[in-house]
């Protein structure tokens, strides 16, 4: 059975691998130490391996450990951004050919259709590449 990832562990997971401990992790995230080990235990229950080589009160990443920071900034990074797309208006006005639909997706006007008014629109993420050309009326 699938169960889910509870984001908060994996922020808490990419904190402590970029503090290199449980006590300036839990300063940063405004926690205790124990929370913030309980959590990485939680984490690491649920994937069922260690993510932390704990010696003398270091602690350094295991290869598990490196498989899931590969995948845990994309994953809040994601999350962040589903979350910013949900809390924002659906759509507001931009400049003339150009409405913005969230501030990470753009409704482009590419081309007039034949001879009519209408135009074709592209929407597109702001990593895809965007240009834009100047049109000129056929003569």
Do not use: W
Not at 8 to 14: C, N, P
Not at 31 to 48: M, P, Y
Not at 97 to 123: D, F, K, M, N
């Amino acid at each position: 059975m699938a169960r889910d990832i509870d984001i908060r562990l994996i922020r808490t997971f990419l904190t402590v691998a970029e503090s290199g401990g449980m006590t300036s992790a839990a300063t940063s995230l405004n926690l205790t130490q124990g929370a913030v080990s309980q959590k990485i235990k939680r984490l690491e229950a649920l994937f069922g391996a260690e993510l932390f080589e704990r010696k003398q009160k270091k602690l350094r990443l295991t290869p598990e450990g490196e498989r899931l920071m590969a995948r845990a900034y994309r994953m809040i990074s994601l999350n962040d951004d589903t979350r910013h797309l949900m809390t924002q208006p659906a759509f507001t006005g931009g400049p003339a050919g150009e409405h913005l639909l969230s501030p990470h997706y753009r409704c482009i006007e590419v081309a007039p259709i034949s001879v009519s008014t209408q135009s074709i629109y592209l929407i597109v993420p702001p990593q895809a590449l965007v240009f834009h050309h100047d049109r000129t009326t056929p003569t």
